[in-house]
């Protein structure tokens, strides 16, 4: 299990002015997946300071949901499993109920559909402080399968609309930072009320309001080239 952490460095200013208009932090982690997934706000937080460090592990659940994927509505996940890249979250169930496989594909989460049922699928990563929350959505068709694998880039951005964690946005509210932390897992970064996000060295680019997230969250994989045959019956681990 690896551990990471992000440092953002603000003026009394800065802090001041956000918090006399209501702004919140908003997170988002990439994945990379297929063309028809979404990526859902990890987190939201009005708590924040001259510096905030935001600190969460790699671990992750697989997730399948009834919720309906449409832009700024909610993704509540139904069943929820620990899991690990690697493994396969086999659905049984037309409930979206099902069990952990320990084989699947190497450096990322399948969800395997073995009914007829379509659900809302994807990943949820541990959140800052406790407890775990979607970051992207996916369509799960009936004996489809859905691969998704965690990239390690975070973007944050800073805004006055409120929208919970898990809820579908696909365009960013206001300038936004992409933090890599593949080469670094603990960047310091910096945001200025009137001048926006900055950070010293690599492994950050800025993007401005109204970017398209989509792509920029929900990478591609690489193409079925990229995926092994997963086995038809695996060995079954621990799920809840």
Known sequence: MS?????????????????????NLYGFQAVKGALNGVPTVWFQTGNYSLETVITWSDQYQAYTSLSQIIPHGRIVANSTYVISPGQTLEVTSSSGMGNVMATGVTGAIAILNQTS???????????PGSGFAPVCAFPLFGFNMDVIAPAQQV?????????????????SFSEGILIDLSSNASPTVSFDINMGWSAAGGGSTTYP??????????????????LRELPAHSQKTESR
Do not use: H, K, R, W
């Open 155 to 171: 973007f944050l951005m800073f805004s006055n609309f409120l929208v919970n964690a898990g809820t579908v946005i696909e365009g």
């Open 117 to 127: 049922t379509q659900f809302t699928c994807g990943i949820s990563a541990e959140l």
């Open 3 to 23: 551990t990471y952490s992000i440092t953002i460095q603000m003026n009394t200013n800065t802090v001041d002015e956000l918090l006399s208009n209501g702004f």
């Open 209 to 226: 309001p109204d970017t398209n997230l989509v792509p920029l969250l929900i990478q591609q994989e690489g193409g079925p080239a990229a």
